[in-house]
């Protein structure tokens, strides 16, 4: 009997806490967002090419653990069948933590816009308490200074093929 006390005991400081750093975790989220949300990030895999920029790789990750309440919960989903819906916040925080991350790099870089966003997601670890890895990477265009030579990139040189105008 006291074991099960013991258990109750633990999985409920597990849920308190966890959804405290949650919560908190999230308000961290939604702050660096609004500061970030000037900077577009698009999936498109074809640059803008009203001017000439410098390409540049940036990417952003993050491993975000669970707790012991959404792995509970996760084990009685498993057990009786049915979609674990307590690893979708989770899941929600890692994507969009590694976005933040990656807009930062640009940001830092001064870039105006990032392209081609891709996610790569990744489950670290099993059993009790499992992780997830989110990796999100782009290409951040950063517009050249006009003292600058142009450098034009094979890609963008097919690009003024198909559009001579914009030579």
């Known amino acids: 009997m006291i074991e099960i006390g013991i258990f109750l005991i633990l999985l409920v400081c597990g849920y308190l806490f966890g959804s405290l750093a949650e919560k908190r975790h999230y308000r961290s989220i939604i702050k660096r967002e609004a500061e970030l949300n000037s900077l577009p990030a698009i999936a498109s895999r074809y640059p803008a090419t009203d001017k000439c920029y410098q390409q540049h790789l940036v990417y952003g990750g993050v491993v975000v653990a669970s707790d012991y309440f959404k792995s509970f919960l996760a084990g009685l989903v498993n057990f009786f069948g049915g979609a674990v ?3 979708e916040s989770l899941i929600d925080r890692a994507r969009r933590e590694a976005m933040l991350r990656m807009k930062a790099e640009a940001k830092a870089k001064q870039a105006e816009l ?3 966003v ?9 059993g009790r308490l499992a992780s997830v890895e989110v990796l999100a990477y782009g290409t951040a265009l950063v517009p050249q200074i006009p003292s600058d030579p142009p450098v034009i990139t094979p890609q963008y040189a097919r690009i003024l093929a198909l559009n001579p105008s914009q030579a």
Not at 118 to 126: D, P, R, Y
């Open 85 to 87: 819906v307590s690893y």
């Open 114 to 116: 990032i392209f081609n």
């Open 118 to 126: 891709k996610f790569e997601t990744m489950t670290i670890g099993s």
